[in-house]
């Protein structure tokens, strides 16, 4: 089986069926995992149904998310002492002690943003939406900062580009978005996010004969 296979269809019936006649062709040891990476739980618990359904059972799979997959992949390849097999391994669907993780995040953009942020130049528009005739609404605050938490935490994964521009200050345009952006790194400066991490990834491949290296995973994307 070559080191990455790519199966594509329009149906998901298609997929599903395509893998579980892979897996019953390359069974694993009894205490190995197969990965499985999946962009919600209910297309895990599909998946798990559909080959329950046609082996009988469904056991020694792990389903992580992309991000988390990729970001253990990442650590395989940068960090010399981390090994690719246990990184798989270690994929989890949440970013535990991550400075930049959505949990995080969400609290640090709400402490800056109840710190006087919202005060500066270019923040008036976010002033406006989280102040009532009664003063700052706490209640607006933590949802604003829990929905922009979101939404950087997808860049690093989607939108690498545009932070780099924005911590370069070279995005053409010096918005609250890339102001905020600037804040949140400033604040973490001995830690790298996951956009960046991935960016020193593929440099590190571009710059070595890394196929006699690596051996990557078949990837499976459903449509559901």
């Known amino acids: 089986m070559p ?89 989890t669907t949440s970013r535990v002690e991550d400075a930049f993780g959505r949990e995080a995040l969400t609290w640090q953009i709400y402490d800056l943003l109840e710190g006087g942020l919202c005060h500066e130049a ?11 005739v009664h003063g700052r609404d706490t209640r607006k605050s933590l949802g604003l900062a829990r929905v922009l938490a979101g939404r950087f935490t997808e860049y690093q994964l989607y939108r690498p580009d545009v932070l780099h521009g924005w911590e370069r200050d070279s995005s053409g345009a010096d918005t609250w978005q890339a102001k905020l952006w600037r804040c949140i790194c400033a604040s973490n400066a001995a830690t790298c996010h996951s956009a960046t991490e991935y960016r020193q990834t593929v440099e590190s491949l571009s710059a070595a004969d890394f196929r006699s290296k690596i051996v990557a995973p078949s990837f499976w994307k459903t449509s559901v």
């Open 122 to 132: 270019g923040f008036e528009t976010i002033l406006s939406f989280v102040s009532d």
């Open 3 to 91: 080191p990455l296979t790519i199966v594509s269809s329009d149906q998901p019936g298609a997929l599903i069926e395509q893998l579980a006649l892979d897996l019953a062709d390359a069974t694993l040891d009894p205490f190995d995992e197969e990965t499985i990476v999946v962009q919600s739980r209910g297309t895990e618990r599909w998946i798990r149904h559909e080959l329950a359904r046609r082996h009988g059972c469904a056991a020694g799979l792990s389903f992580p998310f992309a991000a988390s997959f990729f970001r253990e992949l990442t650590e395989a390849i940068t960090e010399p002492s981390a090994n690719a097999a246990s990184a798989v391994a270690r994929a």
